[in-house]
């Protein structure tokens, strides 16, 4: 089975081409156009911009991936789309084009929840580098293709932990579409405050890789910094106070002297350092009492943040002490692509009538 996957719900204009089959779920193509960097002049996303880049973008975006993997309308067995949460702007463009696909093409169409989508980039075997333009002959293209089928994909029961720039969950999956919720953040995610504490250290969005960079020269243990919700026996989280206390630091007259100086990063290696590793501890810690509690010993995670590699490691190494298995997709099917969309089409039920499917902003997993 082929799916094509679109994605638009924020400033990621993403397209991917997908297919299913004995080896597992495989990657034909996969485009992403990003507006971040036009976004990164404001030091943050402007909806309405977000939504005008999605309209220039989706439809070279689409037709790039579809070219990409040298295959004709006809191979397409059924499109998928983000239809929330996200900007409504944003989502429209990807809802609106997609439901205008299905209807052209007579394509059967799946609409997927974005948060969902994150964790599906886990159930993505391989990528098949390119189809040979001779080849139009998929199944004979696919039968020889080198790729050993993969059996570390997720099992179920699994733990899933998603951190993206708007979401910070906890849940448990007994199967496909078959969950539990188990806590989120109670203000700010993960991202948001990787992105709100960068802004504050006069570095650009998104702010996550930014200061991930800065950390790796800097000595978490120069700042102590409160780790939110340590404490508390829930699986929620909660990132505004850590948001506040690097406020709070950095209008004191110590450090701000020391970021004042050109020549003197050190303060902001320092400080990027212990942000990152406070949120890390935070996300570790519940992730490792989850599974603990729910003697679960799949751990899946997904989401921006996760492209994160200190917390790879971090969580890599609690998996290992507590005999658990650890599941991440590569960094580029962390952050938001078609690729998740279209795996997460294999498992979720289309709609009847593509027509009346409509965006919804604030779609959860709660
Ligand atoms: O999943 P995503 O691409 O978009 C949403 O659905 O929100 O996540 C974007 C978030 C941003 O907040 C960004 O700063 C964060 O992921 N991010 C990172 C890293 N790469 C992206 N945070 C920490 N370390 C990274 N390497
Ligand atoms: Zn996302």
Redesign the pocket.
């Known amino acids: 089975m082929i799916i094509l996957g679109i994605e638009t ?2 400033d990621e204009t993403a397209a991917a081409v997908l297919l299913k089959d004995q080896n597992g779920i495989q990657i034909l193509s996969n485009v992403v156009a990003s507006s971040a960097s036009l976004q990164a002049k404001y030091g943050g996303i402007i909806p309405e911009q977000a939504a005008r880049e999605q309209i220039k973008s989706i439809i070279p975006v689409i037709q790039e991936a579809i070219e990409n993997c040298k295959l004709k309308i006809e191979n397409l067995d059924a499109i998928s789309v983000t239809y929330g949460p996200g900007l409504i702007g944003s989502l429209l463009v990807g809802v609106e084009t997609a439901k205008v696909l299905a209807k052209i093409w007579n394509k059967p169409l799946i609409p997927v929840n ?1 948060l969902l989508g ?1 964790f599906y980039a886990n159930w993505i075997s391989s990528v098949i580098p390119s189809i040979s333009e001779e080849s139009q002959d998929l199944n004979l293209e696919i039968a020889s293709s080198p790729l050993a089928p993969r059996n570390d994909v997720p099992k179920f029961p699994c733990l899933g932990l998603l951190v ?3 979401h910070t969950d906890l849940v448990l999956f007994k199967d496909h579409n078959k969950y539990e919720y188990l806590g989120g953040t109670r203000d700010d995610a993960a ?2 405050c ?2 709100k504490c960068a802004r504050l250290l006069g570095l650009p969005y ?4 930014e ?2 960079k800065l950390a790796t020269k800097g000595d978490a243990l120069k700042f102590k910094l409160p780790v939110p919700m340590l404490d508390s026996k829930d699986f929620d989280f909660s990132f505004s106070g850590l948001k506040t206390a690097v406020a709070n630091l950095i209008s004191t007259s110590e450090v701000s002297a020391g970021l004042q100086q050109d020549h003197t990063p050190e303060v902001l290696q320092n400080l990027a350092a212990s942000i990152e590793e406070t949120i890390i501890i935070s996300l570790v810690e519940k992730v490792a009492r989850a599974a603990q509690k729910y003697n679960i010993d799949q751990i899946i995670v997904a ?3 996760a ?2 590699l200190k917390l790879k490691q971090a969580l890599k190494k609690k998996a290992e002490a507590f005999s658990r298995v650890l599941h991440i997709p590569p960094p580029e099917l ?3 692509n078609g690729a998740m969309i279209a795996s997460a089409g294999f498992f979720t039920k289309l709609i009847k009538n593509p027509l009346n499917l409509q965006a919804d902003p604030n779609l959860s997993l709660s």
């Open positions: 719900s924020c974005h994150h993206s720039g708007g991202g948001e990787f992105d998104p702010g996550g890789p200061i991930s989401g921006g943040v492209a994160n962390c952050t938001d």
